[in-house]
């Protein structure tokens, strides 16, 4: 019996955190695309003669783009490469300190 409510509450995790990487997959590639359309203006407008000096195109400088740059690369790699950086070996070893770190700090007496 018991272990049907374990495998349910596991199940409604694992279910949980699918949807939150959903979501955030979903939110990535919204940022992506809205970068990527900035990119194609921002070079546009410095590369042609084109009359690209309205209000929020006319703001957008290389500073902004290699910010925003940085910030899709960052998403990125939080996104699909942090799994092997902080992986199941990780999570396991740092929930074994913690716990000796717990066990150290308790007074037997």
């Known amino acids: 019996m018991e272990t049907d409510l374990n495998n349910d509450q596991e199940e409604a995790m694992l279910q949980e955190l699918a949807s939150k990487k959903v979501i955030q997959l979903k939110y990535f590639y919204k940022h992506l695309f809205i970068y990527t359309i900035a990119l194609i203006i921002f070079l546009l407008k410095e590369y042609t003669n084109l009359p690209l000096q309205f209000f929020p195109i006319k703001y957008i400088n290389w500073v902004i783009v290699i910010i925003w740059t940085a910030v899709i690369v960052g998403s990125a790699i ?11 070996e990780w999570e396991e070893r ?4 913690i716990l000796e770190k717990k066990y150290k700090k308790q007074k037997w007496e």
């Open 78 to 88: 939080d996104l699909f490469a942090s799994y092997k950086i902080f992986g199941q």
């Open 94 to 97: 740092k929930l074994r300190s």
